[in-house]
């Protein structure tokens, strides 16, 4: 099996998969069906790094795929929640933006031969975006006394994306330099 096709990046794979069919749940108001395949593709976040280092298959591709799939698993599920007038549009905004730039820094780092692998204030930060999104979810699952605590998550993981950005940007400034 080619570095690539490892165990930890076939779980990476299966979350961008699921993410579609997700998708397509919640297009189509199959809630719980949504619902249960995100609490799993959450869990197979926790796998693929699980397996990464258990079976020493940590790869480069690894350190920046699974932390594409997130962006998109996160970013996906949130714009289906903004269409549905369940979150505010500039929060998803702002992080559509940070995970922009920290991208792009990323990408910048990597022409350089660099790989930055996550922080932990990035890790805080998709833990309360997945932990909002599983409060939304209960929400439009009929939980709705959730609706004063996700807007309260909400804006802690306004505050999250914003401080995590921005140490990014701090501790590889040396990036941008060049």
Not at 135 to 162: D, K, M, P, R, W
Not at 169 to 177: G, L, P, S, T, W
């Amino acid at each position: 099996m080619s570095k690539s096709l490892n165990v930890p990046n076939l779980i990476t794979w299966v979350r961008v998969i699921l993410t579609v069919f997700i998708v397509w749940f919640l297009i189509e108001n199959w809630y719980l069906s949504a619902f249960i395949l995100f609490i799993i593709a959450s869990l197979s976040d926790y796998l693929d790094g699980y397996f990464a280092r258990k079976l020493n298959q940590v790869s480069n591709f690894g350190k920046i795929f699974d932390q594409m799939s997130d962006k998109i698993l996160v970013t996906s599920v949130l714009i289906i929640f903004a269409q549905m007038n369940l979150i505010p549009v500039w929060i998803l905004i702002v992080i559509v933006f940070r995970d922009t730039l920290v991208s792009t820094i990323r990408m910048v780092a990597a022409s350089s031969g660099l790989v930055i692998a996550a922080n932990y204030f990035g890790k805080l930060k998709t833990v309360s975006q997945i932990v909002w999104i599983v409060g939304l979810f209960l929400q439009i699952l009929n939980f709705s006394s959730l609706t004063l605590f996700n807007e309260i998550v909400g804006y802690f993981v306004a505050i999250a994306t914003i401080l995590s950005g921005f140490i990014y940007i701090v501790q590889n400034r040396h990036v941008m330099k060049g």
